[in-house]
């Protein structure tokens, strides 16, 4: 049978909100978009629980929605229910199997590869993956799956037809992050994903649901592009100064969200290439300032407002809004590799921008060291693969800078060779190239709305990462061989000012990329 697993819902009448009854929160979860429902009553006796199957039946048949029983095969088949869902202590699926007609379909929850593998060869038809975040629904007593060791899990489905849903903790905030977390080396990804609460706890099921199915429905419209096709080094030169157009065009808002040495600077930075830059910090306003459209940074080098960048990043994922992470120092102590993979547990990034030994501690490398927030190795030998093979397995762009700077978008690798040795002997240079990374963006996710490209942000986010790498470059060439530039001290202030006199025939003259792959 095959069925829409896109939004799952279970049912759970402990959740409701007062003044809202079973009936009503369920037809309005529907009307927002739930594809297929399934009833759980842990503790209804058999009469009550039949009765609720059978309201929800009516209810799902007017919707033209699979109803699914949780764990009662008695239930499920007095009330002509679409299929049955295990645990994975409750009856074994082949006796289930045995004892339901054929078109009734089994779903089991799963935890390891595992209990995947026995659910396959027991006839499953579809597996429910959890429990993924911390939830106060369930009593879960075994570990978190988390959203990055989904694919890891889905993997075993490989050359199956078994269906996919995740479980635990899902809310519109995580919605995105956990379908990208499911996609295989293989390519294969979750079917959809199964609320009670981010549904059923709403006083809106009906926005709740639609928030969800929303997310849902971009990934799979386009899952796993992040860049337009094609490239050649010509044609990139020629979108490099494009995208500076746009940026002084549209002027974006680029929400940073950064470390206290460079705040300034990058401010400065943004103002100077024709963006708007707000530095807010405070978890409770990132909801607002994500519907804005523009770009948002997280620079983690003085890692305070951890709650913010959490909340801004989940927020920006629901808005489609660009995250450009910069995980300064990440290989410095295993504190902040902690805090970087709870960020990236938290929400998808769209660009990750790092140094040599940043890029390297990301991608578990020892090739390259980290000492302080610079990186002191000379480089990859192999540069380009360590570029996209992050850019894939993070599912995002990836920008890794130094005297060469390489960007992929997991497929293509461009590599660019601008810049100045001034930039090393100021601070937060790097940040500044953070800052015009999620500027250029910004702008691009703005300009190019209608250029669907993944359902992270609209817009070439793989030309926006060029861009804005190259604009800091090539000022900072230009700023260098000013005769008032002295040293380090003058050259900063003549950086902001070549930044802002920069033209997009200039960037687009002067920039130094070729596409390597
Ligand atoms: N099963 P919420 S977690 C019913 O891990 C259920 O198998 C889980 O509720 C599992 O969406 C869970 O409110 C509760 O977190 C899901």
Redesign the pocket.
């Known amino acids: 049978m095959d069925f829409d697993y896109s939004l799952y819902l279970?049912t759970n009448r402990d959740?409701l909100p007062d003044g809202i009854t079973y009936e009503e929160s369920l037809e309005q979860a529907l009307k927002g978009g739930v594809t297929i429902v399934q009833v759980?009553e842990k503790s209804a006796d058999t009469g009550e629980f039949l009765e609720i199957a059978r309201a929800t039946k009516r209810i799902c048949d007017k919707y033209n929605v699979p109803l699914i029983i949780d764990d009662r095969i008695d239930i499920a088949l007095a009330v002509g229910a679409d299929g049955v869902h295990l645990g994975q202590t409750d009856m074994p699926l082949e006796v289930a199997r045995k004892l339901l007609p054929a078109n009734v379909i089994i779903g089991i929850?799963c935890?390891t590869s595992e209990e995947v593998k026995r659910a396959v060869a027991g006839g499953a038809d579809y597996i429910?993956i959890?429990?993924i975040y911390a939830?106060s629904?369930?009593v879960?007593k075994t570990p978190l799956v988390g959203p990055r060791n989904i694919g890891e899990i889905l993997a075993a489905l490989d050359d199956t037809s078994v269906k996919s849903v995740a479980?635990?903790?899902?809310k519109s905030t995580n919605a995105v992050r956990t379908l990208f977390g499911s996609i295989t080396a293989s390519g294969k990804s979750l079917d959809g994903l199964?609320?009670?609460?981010?549904i059923v706890a709403s006083r809106e099921p009906l926005i709740a649901a639609k928030r969800l199915k929303d997310s849902v429905s971009h990934f799979k419209a386009s899952r796993t592009r992040f860049s337009l096709g094609d490239y050649t080094t010509e044609s990139l030169k020629g979108s490099v100064g494009k995208a500076l157009k746009y940026v002084r065009q549209l002027s974006p808002l680029v929400h940073q969200i950064t470390n206290t040495v460079v705040t300034t600077q990058s401010a400065n930075a943004t103002i100077a290439l024709g963006a708007s830059p707000i530095m807010a910090t405070s978890p409770e306003e990132m909801e607002d300032l994500a519907k804005i459209p523009g770009g948002l940074l997280i620079n983690f080098g003085t890692l305070t407002s951890l709650e913010g960048m959490i909340a801004a990043g989940q927020y920006a994922n629901q808005n489609k809004k660009p995250i450009i992470f910069d995980p300064v120092g990440v290989g410095a102590t295993s504190f902040r590799k902690l805090k970087a993979a709870e960020l990236l547990n938290a929400w998808q990034a769209t660009v990750i921008k790092g140094n040599p030994a940043e890029i390297g501690a990301l991608s578990n490398s020892s090739e390259v060291q980290s000492k302080g927030v610079d990186s002191a190795g000379s480089g990859f030998a192999d540069p380009a693969s360590v570029v996209r093979a992050l850019a894939l397995r993070e599912r995002c762009v990836v920008g890794m800078t130094g005297e060469v700077d390489w960007v992929s978008d997991g497929k293509h690798v461009a590599r660019l060779a601008n810049g100045h040795s001034l930039l090393g002997h100021i601070t937060g240079s790097g940040c500044m190239v953070g800052t015009s990374v999620a500027t250029f963006c910004g702008a691009l996710s703005v300009a190019e709305k209608k250029v669907s490209l993944n359902p992270l942000a609209d817009g070439d986010m793989f030309v926006a990462t060029i861009a804005g790498i190259s604009a800091v470059a090539v000022a900072s060439e230009i700023a260098a061989l000013r005769p008032d530039v002295q040293g380090p001290g003058t050259f900063l202030p003549a950086l902001i000012d070549e930044l802002s006199k920069l033209t997009p025939e200039v960037l687009s003259e002067k920039v130094n990329v070729e596409i390597v792959s």
């Open positions: 279970v959740c759980r929850s935890r429910g959890g429990t939830t629904t369930k879960v479980i635990g903790g899902i199964a609320v009670i609460s981010d």
